[in-house]
Nanobody
Framework: QVQLVESGGGSVQSGGSLRLSCAASRNPYNTYCMAWFRQAPGKEREGAAFVRSDGVSSYAGAVKGRFTISEDKAKNSLYLQMDSLIPEDTAVYYC????????WGGGSYYYTSCVAPIEEYDYRGQGTQVTVSS
């Protein structure tokens, strides 16, 4: 079993920054996707940022240019640097992992997209609260 534990959430004023961390007990995949999802009160869970094992990253439009996803493969850790925070970023943030991200088909290997609903991810953490006040 894989456990994901998020940390780094808290309360911050609008315009401030936070850095979220996610520690994985292990990573059973050679190729994989890791992601940060978030769920605001009364809203559906949405993907905020995604990174694939080959380094390709993707961001939701609402966070692009303000958030940066990164990972430390040696530590099995995922990070989310959040800058220029706004009240609309208030949510519970979850990290998630799925794999493999490289499949065989049509006579060659190809990478799959990491942009997917959290339900398609194999493992997810319990979440960390981020609150941004105006």
């Amino acid at each position: 079993q894989v456990q994901l534990v998020e940390s780094g959430g808290g309360s911050v004023q609008s315009g401030g920054s936070l850095r979220l961390s996610c520690a994985a007990s292990r990573n059973p995949y050679n190729t994989y996707c890791m992601a940060w999802f978030r769920q605001a009160p009364g809203k559906e869970r949405e993907g905020a940022a995604f990174v694939r094992s080959d380094g390709v990253s993707s961001y939701a439009g609402a966070v692009k240019g303000r958030f940066t996803i990164s990972e430390d493969k040696a530590k099995n850790s995922l990070y989310l640097q959040m800058d220029s925070l706004i009240p609309e970023d208030t949510a519970v943030y979850y990290c998630a992992l799925k794999g493999p991200a490289q499949l065989w088909g049509g006579g060659s290997y190809y990478y799959t997209s990491c942009v997917a609903p959290i339900e398609e991810y194999d493992y997810r953490g319990q979440g960390t609260q981020v609150t941004v006040s105006s």
